[in-house]
C-alpha cells in the first residue's frame, strides 16, 4: 500500500479539536472544577447560617476527630466496603462458573439473576428492609426450625452492617456475575480439560488454572466492587439511615448529616477524605492486582 | 464419537445428571435470591395497609389496587416519572454523542494536548465527584436546584465512563479504512458518521444500558440539587414518600411497594426489549473491551 511509504499519517481534513470541545467543557466544569473547589472547601468554615466562606486550616478536621465522627465513618466505610468487596466476588464467582456455558437455559438463568441490577439502590433497600424485619419473611422462614425467632437484623450493629453491605452486593451481583462468565469464557478450554486429564479434581482444577487464569475478570471487579462501596450512601440511608446508633453511618451518610445541619465545610471534608480513601486504598489495590495478572 | 480417550474427553458434554443437577441448584438459589424478593415487593403492594405490614408471602384476602392510584396522586408519580424523562434521555444521548466524538479523538490524535484531555476525563470514572462544591458552583451560575444544573452535572460526571469504553474500542480499531476515506475527501465530520459510530453501536448499546439505569436511579446527586417537589425524579419521589409515610404512622409498607413497583417498571420494561443483546454483550466482556 503506498501510503505507507510516507512516514506522515493521513488524516481527513479538520482539526480534532472540535471533537473533543463538548466533553471537555463538561468534564472540566462539572466534575473537575467541583471536585478541585473541594479541596479548598475542606479547609474553610462554610456553614448554611452565614455567606461569608472563610479559609480555617485543619479544624474541620480537628473537630470532626475530636466529636469521633470521622475515625467512627473511615472505619464504618472500610468495614463495609471490604465485606461488600468480598461477597460481592465470591458470590459472583459461584453463579458465574453455574452459568457459564451459553445454552438456552443459561440464558434465561442469566437474564433472570440481572434482575436486581435494574431496581433502584434505594428499592433494594426497601424491598430487603421488609424482609429482615423482626417479623419478616426471613424470621419466618428461619422460625419454621426455631421456633420463637425474631432477631432485629437491622436494629443490631454488628447485623446491620453486614445486611446493609449484602444488599448492596445483592443489587450489583447481576453485572459482576456477567463480567466473570465473559473472562471464564475467554479462558482456552484446552487449558482447563489438560487439568482434568491430568487428574486435578474440579476444585484443583479451579484453583490452579481457572481462577489464575481470571485475573482481568476479577482485578475489574474487586476494584469496582471496593471503590464503589466506600462512595455507598443510598442503601444505608434506605434501611438505617446510619443507624443503629452509628455503627452503619458510612462516609457519606456522615457527610449528608453535616449538610443537613447546615455545616456545608465540615461535609466537604468528609467528602474529600472519601476521595482520599479511594486513592490511598484504590491505587495500590490495583497496582496489586495488576502485578499479580502479569505473574499469572 | 472417536475411541481415542483424549478426544473423546475433551468433546464429551456435560453429562444429563449434572446438567440436570446444575439447573436444580441455580433454580432453587433463585427462589430467595430473586423470585421471592420480587413476589413479596409484587403481591404486598397490592394489599391494604393491615395486611401488607404483616410482610408475608400469602396472597392478598383483599386485593387493593387502588394502592397504586394513591401513589399517583400522593406520590405525584406522573411529574416525578416526567423529570426522570426529561433528565434521563437527554443525558443520554448527550453522553453518548460527545463521549464517542471525543473518544475517537483521543484514540487517533497524538498530540500531548489530547493525552491530558483523556485523563482528565478517565480520572472521573474513578474517583467521586464532590457534590457540596457542585452546589455551590450551580448557586453561582443561578441554576441551583434546577433540572438544567442537575442534567448538566450527570452528563459531566458521566462523560467519562463513555469516553473510557470507547476510546478503548477505538484504539483496537485498524486506522487503515478511515486513512481510505480520508484519501477519498472525507470529511472528518462524515468519517465519525458513517464509520465510527457504526462500529462503536455494540459497545455504546451496552455502555448505556449501564448507563441508563445509573442515570435512571441515580439517588445522592438528586438528593442534594433538586430540592424543590417539582423537580424530584423518581427515586427522589419515592425516597420523600417513603419518608412522608414513615413519620405520619409506622411504614406504610403496602403504598411503599406500590411506589417501588411503578418506580422500577420504566427499566423492566425497557430492559425486556434488550435484555437479550445485554445480557448476550456483557457476558461476551463488552464492558471491558
Not at chain 1, 36 to 46: H, P
Not at chain 2, 50 to 72: H, I, K, T
Request: with cysteine.
Amino acid at each position: 500500500m503506498p501510503h505507507h511509504t510516507k512516514p506522515a499519517r493521513r488524516s481527513a481534513r479538520g482539526r480534532w479539536w472540535p471533537f473533543v470541545v463538548p466533553t471537555l467543557v463538561l468534564t472540566v466544569a462539572f466534575f473537575l472544577l467541583p471536585f478541585l473547589l473541594n479541596v479548598y472547601f475542606a479547609f474553610t468554615q462554610w456553614t448554611g447560617f452565614s455567606s461569608r466562606i472563610s479559609v480555617n486550616g485543619v479544624d474541620n478536621f480537628v473537630n470532626l476527630v475530636d466529636s469521633g465522627v470521622l475515625p467512627v465513618a473511615i472505619r464504618v466505610t472500610v468495614t463495609y466496603a471490604v465485606v461488600a468487596m468480598l461477597m460481592q466476588n465470591v458470590i459472583s464467582i459461584g453463579l458465574a462458573l453455574l452459568m457459564q456455558r451459553s445454552n438456552r437455559g443459561n440464558s434465561f438463568f442469566r437474564a433472570l439473576y440481572f434482575l436486581p441490577v435494574l431496581i433502584s439502590p434505594l428499592a433494594a433497600g426497601y424491598i430487603w428492609s421488609a424482609i429482615l424485619e423482626p417479623r419478616g419473611p426471613l424470621n419466618q422462614a428461619i422460625g419454621l426450625v426455631v421456633p420463637g425467632f425474631d432477631h432485629a437484623w437491622l436494629g443490631d450493629g454488628t447485623s446491620a452492617l453486614v445486611a446493609v453491605a449484602f444488599i448492596d452486593v445483592w443489587k450489583w451481583s447481576g453485572i459482576v456475575t456477567l463480567v466473570y462468565i465473559a473472562g471464564l469464557n475467554a479462558i482456552p478450554r484446552s487449558l482447563v480439560e489438560a487439568a482434568t486429564i491430568d487428574g486435578a479434581n474440579a476444585w484443583r482444577a479451579f484453583w490452579s488454572v481457572t481462577f489464575p487464569l481470571l485475573a482481568p475478570s476479577f482485578t475489574f471487579s474487586v476494584v469496582v466492587s471496593f471503590l464503589g462501596a466506600l462512595n455507598a450512601f443510598d442503601i444505608v440511608q434506605a434501611t438505617t439511615r446510619g443507624g443503629p446508633g452509628d455503627t452503619t453511618s458510612v462516609l457519606n451518610i456522615a457527610m449528608y448529616r453535616q449538610y443537613n445541619g447546615g455545616f456545608f465545610g465540615m461535609a466537604s471534608s468528609i467528602s474529600l477524605t472519601v476521595t482520599i480513601l479511594v486513592v490511598v486504598l484504590g491505587v495500590p489495590l490495583i497496582a496489586f492486582l495488576r502485578r499479580r495478572e502479569v505473574e499469572a | 464419537m472417536t475411541t481415542h480417550g483424549t478426544t473423546a474427553r475433551r468433546r464429551r458434554p456435560a453429562t444429563p445428571r449434572s446438567e440436570l443437577l446444575r439447573v436444580v441448584v441455580l433454580g432453587v438459589i433463585a427462589l430467595p435470591w430473586v423470585l421471592i424478593p420480587m413476589w413479596l415487593l409484587l403481591v404486598n403492594s397490592v394489599k391494604p395497609y393491615g395486611e401488607a405490614s404483616q410482610l408475608d408471602l400469602a396472597l392478598p384476602r383483599e386485593w387493593r389496587w387502588d394502592n397504586f392510584a394513591v401513589v399517583f396522586e400522593e406520590g405525584d408519580y406522573p411529574t416525578a416519572l416526567l423529570n426522570s424523562l426529561a433528565i434521563a434521555v437527554p443525558t443520554l444521548a448527550s453522553v453518548l454523542l460527545f463521549g464517542s466524538m471525543a473518544a475517537w479523538a483521543f484514540a487517533r490524535s497524538r498530540r500531548v494536548s489530547m493525552k491530558v484531555a483523556y485523563n482528565v476525563c478517565v480520572l472521573s470514572v474513578l474517583l467521586p465527584p464532590a457534590v457540596l462544591p457542585t452546589i455551590y458552583e450551580l448557586q453561582t451560575l443561578g441554576i441551583d436546584g434546577t433540572r438544567l444544573g442537575y442534567f448538566l452535572v450527570m452528563v459531566g460526571t458521566r462523560l467519562g465512563v463513555v469516553v473510557f469504553l470507547a476510546t478503548g474500542f477505538v484504539r483496537a480499531m485498524s486506522v487503515e479504512i478511515e486513512e481510505a476515506a480520508a484519501i477519498d475527501g472525507a470529511s472528518k465530520p462524515q468519517i465519525f458518521r458513517l464509520l465510527i459510530v457504526p462500529s462503536l453501536l455494540p459497545v455504546l448499546l451496552v455502555g448505556g444500558v449501564i448507563l441508563i439505569i445509573t442515570i435512571w436511579n441515580e439517588f445522592l446527586f438528586a438528593l442534594f440539587l433538586l430540592r424543590g417537589e417539582e423537580s424530584a425524579t423518581l427515586p427522589l419521589g419515592l425516597f420523600r414518600f417513603a419518608s412522608a409515610s414513615s413519620e405520619v404512622v409506622a411504614f406504610r409498607w403496602d403504598l411503599v411497594f406500590a411506589h417501588v413497583v411503578l418506580t422500577s417498571l420504566p427499566l423492566v420494561i425497557v430492559y425486556l426489549f434488550v435484555q437479550r443483546r445485554l445480557v448476550q454483550g456483557l457476558s461476551e466482556g463488552a464492558i471491558k473491551g
